[in-house]
């Protein structure tokens, strides 16, 4: 019964490229999230959406953007795709910040 | 801003020793606050929160709000109970619901 789905888990890009990473959920939760996890560092808010067509800057925003033009789908954009941007990326969505995330499983991305 | 310290990276206990993952936050309102575990090759899960006063797999965490910690406590800990453990803290009452995240602690339970 997966809930959150990334839609790859593995993607190896060349630097410069423009990358998407689609996100789906199946709960009709208002708040999306993307978050990439480095060891060390633990997960950092990229953006978060709380509504259609609504985004805000997460506290690593740069040389990322997103879109939501429905509600269960959050797509997170790298304009060009930089070796800095090898990280594991977790997308999870929430209904309510006390009912806590349900997250995706991740997507691992390697920039070459 | 509010904050969320783990200060071990890596936590290493044998079996059936009892075992406490530290939490640190700094938020002078009343903060929602987590645990998300993440065993190998598994997604990011919800392991217990506060508000729900639950124990999850043996493992409970008190919130002091004097000592502003929420540490995870386990009195004998399993094998299966390697992996990587993430405080998290949100603001109660925020429909957003931003989570904050600890950098993760990494528990290792040796036989």
């Known amino acids: 019964d997966v809930k959150v789905t990334q839609s790859s888990r593995y993607l190896v890009k060349r630097t410069g490229e423009k990358v998407f990473l689609e996100c789906v959920q199946d709960?009709?939760?208002?708040?999306m999230f993307w978050y990439r996890q480095d060891p060390g560092l633990g997960l950092r808010l990229i953006y978060f959406?709380?509504?259609?067509?609504?985004?805000e800057k997460g506290d690593i925003p740069e040389g990322y953007s997103v879109s939501r033009e429905k509600k269960e789908r959050f797509s997170l954009i790298l304009e060009s795709a930089s070796t800095n941007q090898t990280s594991m990326y977790l997308c999870?969505?929430?209904?309510?910040?006390?009912?806590?995330?349900?997250f995706g499983s991740g997507t691992r991305l390697t920039v070459v | 801003a509010q904050r969320v310290t783990q200060p071990e990276k890596l936590l290493s206990v044998f079996k059936g020793a009892p075992v406490e993952l530290k939490c640190n936050y700094s938020?002078?309102?009343?903060?929602?606050l987590f645990w998300y575990v993440q065993y190998s090759r598994q997604r990011l899960q919800l392991l217990l929160r506060?508000?729900s006063r639950e124990s999850i797999k043996g493992f409970t965490a008190d919130l002091n709000k004097g000592e502003t910690s929420f540490h995870l406590k386990k009195p004998f800990a399993q094998e299966e109970d390697s992996a990587m453990y993430y405080c998290?803290?949100?603001?109660?009452?925020?429909?957003?619901?931003?989570?904050?995240f600890g950098k993760g602690t990494k528990l290792s339970v040796k036989p």
């Open positions: 999870a969505s929430s209904l309510t910040g006390e009912d806590g995330y349900t």
């Open positions: 709960m009709d939760h208002e708040n």
């Open positions: 959406s709380y509504d259609v067509k609504m985004k």
């Open positions: 938020y002078s309102g009343s903060p929602e």
């Open positions: 506060h508000i």
């Open positions: 998290a803290l949100t603001l109660y009452g925020g429909s957003q619901g931003n989570l904050i």
